[in-house]
């Protein structure tokens, strides 16, 4: 925030970065694109993720455990790699969707091209959507059958029922994943940068990047990013006022059994809905990806003699950073989760036991990097240590701080839950028999943790090993990151090679949450999260 | 001698007093109860006992010694207490042997003092053979010895019960609270414990403290305070009751259609003005006929209403020419219909002189 206000050399307070910053026309588009964008997301997301959410809670829809996988595999990619995927689908004329249909009618063209303001809004909101699902299934969750039954009682049938009751009494949880939708839309870097930026329209993330490259304006950028800033806190604000209005959200949680509705025929219409979104979202744009990644050149399609396993060691052998970035990728996200967890833990305990004054202000600022979006923390942290005497720019040492402080609020929520899943009594028990509070902390409360622990550190970690946004304006040559370098891949339009990458760092997560999720319990990676 | 003293103990949360005032005094060995609705400030009474809240004002002291006062605390634990806490908060991630080993470990005593008296206050509690079980294989009823064993292992000073029955099924409740008294009568160590539960207060306690809005209203042991309750307050918190609410004239006590000999009421000397009185359902007498003139309270009326309960009759009767309402339970075998003429009889022995209605 300060930066923007000075003047380059003195450090004087001024305006003009601001004016800069809004002075053409088409910085102002980029603004407009990016809540255009949002909107659209957003609604493309309601429209996959509310009759899932519906479907899976409370009907008999067949697969509910494989969409629930699918729609998991959706969460985890990194919606750059889907983008990629993307890019291999449905790029004009060369992706595979417009080939087949080419091939088909014998078309000159096909039919969609990714790069448009519309494909790049659908790519988006197929990585998206999890968010409005995770929300509206807990809100469906927890509604009890009463409810319905009351309504059918009165002569109500379970279509009126389901609109007329169900839906509005989840509305509010609705209304929340849908502003954290919009919100990711507008903040989300990776998506943008490979879409938009060659179907030569801007969004505010990608024009941010534009003032940071050379010459890096970074006062400027710190100026155009305030409204992205704003925007964010104002929404954030409206979200948790409906999630503590919920007055009608009859959240009763034991009260009444919750049966299934049976659907009849209508059941199978759900589930290939279902499976038609999924498809979309996770197994063609995975096959394509593979077929790349093991592909002596992926538009010479699916043949055995175009088989190889070059690319991944190409990747990991000859390439002179590729295979330095995996291990800086997988050594800065382990020491950010290790940071924030420790740092939310530490910061939750005081809190809960209000062991210093003005705790909620403590509390206020761990979970304030929540509202920042990524890139504007990365222009922040440019702005704060990239200049001498700290000079980090380029260092490991800023790109871990920069993911700890990103996932802080993670760390902490979670570390808050786990605290406050222990009943004090457990703590005061240890007190009041003569052991001191290191003692109740080391006997009771950390053996009592440890579970919810490693659940929040590998929740930290996962995101962070695939953190683009605020990778991409803090990385040096020798401290680039899985994202970064799948970014300057597909620059070079090294497709082959960037999908190898990709896949290595889907497989690396796919393990470490299918051993989590053995671990852990199914849910824990997507149950929602208490704020 | 005076074991643990509150004076004046006061307990304000902002503007509300959750503790007001409160004077009490324990003698070695007693067990009393703080009973009370929720909200009268028990449980945070109970806390500052233990050293988890500062007081506002007043002190605690055992033996002589200040242990809370508003300028120092000694912390909890280093006041040789122990607690059984409303969750029982056994710790999951030990076994029930280590549970109760915890605190004789923390007094550094020789490992083999530890097993030997782990092994018999788990004999004591009847949990020996489940020595090596973890706290999740429990039931509640054998979490709740485990807290018990856990918290008298370690011979403390006080014991403190924070509604230590109120998770337990009703059957479960009534084993437990003569669990409870019996393990007092074998250790005597002071306790405290604080319930809403009248019966499990009755059945254990030497002396009850009734509590109401942060206040003690009365302090007696149980027989006395159900016969004699000293405020409206205790006579309705403890035991269903009728309120009598009644005038002086004359020598003559004049209540809503029917009087009364002032003679015969308790402090009759006492008596001017407003006077009111406390009487038990079962402590009414019921007849058909009119009852030979005695020492005895008479009313004369009609039945309203009546339910049975398998165990007594239930009947309302209203005095003659008055909108009162009184309740009188008598055997299953004394059945009246309803419309009945019929004649109540009280022993003035039996009725407690209370202050008048908004005079508390």
């Known amino acids: 925030m300060q930066s923007s206000l000075e003047e380059v050399d003195t450090g004087a307070f001024t305006l003009m970065n601001y004016y800069t910053a809004f002075s053409r026309p088409r910085y102002i588009t980029a603004l407009w694109n990016s809540l255009r964008l949002g909107a659209m997301v957003t609604v493309l997301c309601l429209i996959f993720a509310v009759p899932m959410a519906w479907a899976i809670s409370r009907t008999n829809m067949p697969g509910k455990n494989f969409i629930r996988l699918l729609m998991l595999g959706a969460f985890i990619t990194p919606p750059y790699l889907g983008a990629i995927g993307w890019i291999l689908l449905a790029g004009p004329n060369s992706g595979w969707i417009n080939r087949f249909y080419m091939a088909l009618t014998g078309a000159p063209e096909g039919i969609f091209d990714i790069y448009t303001f519309s494909g790049l809004a659908f790519v988006i909101a197929i990585y998206s959507f999890p968010f409005i699902f995770i929300f509206t299934a807990a809100a469906l969750d927890v509604v009890s059958s009463e409810m319905e039954d009351a309504a059918n009682i009165l002569g109500a049938g379970t279509v009126r029922t389901t609109l007329k009751i169900t839906l509005p009494m989840v509305l509010p949880a609705i209304m929340a994943g849908a502003i954290v939708t919009f919100l990711e839309a507008i903040a989300l870097f990776g998506t943008p940068a490979l879409i938009a930026i060659p179907a030569r329209f801007n969004v505010v993330t990608t024009q941010l990047l534009q003032f940071f490259s050379q010459p890096i304006r970074a006062e400027v950028a710190a100026a155009y990013a305030v409204p992205l800033l704003l925007v964010t806190i104002a929404l954030f604000g409206v979200q948790k006022m409906i999630t503590r209005r919920r007055g009608f959200v009859a959240l009763t949680g034991k009260g009444g059994e919750r049966r299934i509705i049976d659907l009849g025929r209508g059941r199978w219409v759900m589930f290939a809905y279902s499976m038609a979104v999924m498809t979309l979202a996770v197994i063609l744009p995975y096959i394509v990806l593979a077929q790349a990644a093991l592909a002596k050149g992926w538009g010479r399609g699916f043949s055995w003699d175009n088989l190889t396993l070059k690319n991944f060691e190409y990747l990991l052998f000859q390439h002179e950073t590729a295979a330095q970035s995996v291990i800086n990728s997988f050594t800065y996200a382990a020491a950010a989760a290790f940071i924030a967890i420790g740092l939310g833990l530490a910061i939750a305990y005081i809190v809960s036991r209000k062991l210093l004054p003005w705790v909620d202000v403590l509390s206020f600022l761990a979970m304030a990097p929540f509202v920042v979006p990524g890139i504007v923390l990365a222009i922040a942290f440019y702005a ?148 | 001698m005076s074991k643990l003293s509150l004076i004046g103990l006061t307990k304000a949360f902002g503007s509300t007093k959750a503790v007001d005032g409160v004077n009490l005094t324990l003698r070695e060995g007693e067990f009393v109860s703080l009973l009370g609705p929720s909200g009268c400030g028990k449980t945070t009474t109970l806390r500052m006992i233990a050293g988890f809240i500062k007081p506002t004002s007043g002190t605690i002291e055992m033996e002589g010694q200040v242990m809370s006062s508003p300028a120092m605390m000694v912390p909890p634990e280093r006041r040789g207490m122990s607690m059984i806490f409303q969750s029982y908060a056994i710790w999951p991630n030990m076994t029930v042997g280590q549970n109760v080993a915890f605190g004789l470990k923390l007094r550094k005593l020789p490992n083999a003092e530890v097993e030997q008296r782990v092994n018999r206050i788990l004999e004591v509690v009847q949990m020996r053979h489940l020595k090596e079980r973890y706290p999740s294989e429990l039931s509640g009823g054998q979490q709740q010895r485990v807290a018990l064993a856990r918290a008298i292992v370690i011979e403390p000073q006080v014991l403190l019960l924070d509604e230590p029955l109120s998770n337990l099924d009703a059957n479960l409740r009534e084993e437990m609270r003569s669990e409870i008294r019996r393990l007092h009568d074998a250790f005597r160590i002071t306790t405290v414990y604080v319930t809403h539960d009248q019966a499990e207060a009755m059945v254990t306690s030497d002396r009850i403290v009734v509590m109401n809005l942060g206040k003690i209203d009365q302090v007696d042991d149980p027989v006395t305070l159900y016969g004699k309750p000293k405020t409206r307050f205790v006579a309705g918190f403890i035991g269903r009751t009728n309120f009598l609410d009644g005038r002086v004239d004359g020598s003559q006590i004049v209540f809503p259609g029917f009087t009364v000999p002032k003679a015969l009421a308790p402090d009759a000397n006492e008596l001017s003005g407003l006077a009111s009185f406390s009487v038990r359902p079962q402590s009414i007498a019921l007849h058909a006929s009119p009852p030979a003139a005695g020492h005895l309270w008479r009313i004369q009326g009609e039945i309203v209403e009546r339910a049975y309960l398998g165990e007594y009759w239930e009947y309302v009767i209203r005095p003659d020419g008055s909108e009162q309402r009184i309740r009188v339970s008598t055997a299953p075998n004394v059945v009246h219909a309803v419309d009945d003429r019929v004649w109540l009889e009280i022993d003035p022995a039996r009725i407690a002189r209370v202050p008048p209605p908004d005079a508390a």
């Open chain 1, 384 to 531: 704060a240590y990239a200049p001498p005497p700290l000079a980090l720019y380029g260092t490991a040492t800023i790109l871990i701080l920069a993911f700890a402080t990103r996932f802080l609020p993670i760390g902490y929520a979670n570390a808050d839950a786990a605290i406050r899943s222990i009943n004090p009594e457990m703590e005061e028990a240890v007190r009041i028999l003569g052991g001191g509070r290191l003692m109740a902390i080391r006997k009771v409360m950390a053996p009592l943790m440890k579970r919810s622990l490693i659940g929040a550190w590998l929740l930290v970690f996962i995101p962070a090993t695939r953190e683009l946004s605020s990778a991409m304006f803090l990385y040096g040559p020798n401290t680039r990151t899985m994202s970064v370098m799948l970014m300057d891949m597909s620059e070079e339009g090294n497709f082959e090679h960037l999908a190898a990458l990709g896949f290595l760092l889907l497989a690396a997560t796919l393990v470490i949450v299918a051993g989590a999720t053995a671990f852990l319990g199914r849910d824990f990676m997507m149950r929602r999260e208490k704020k």
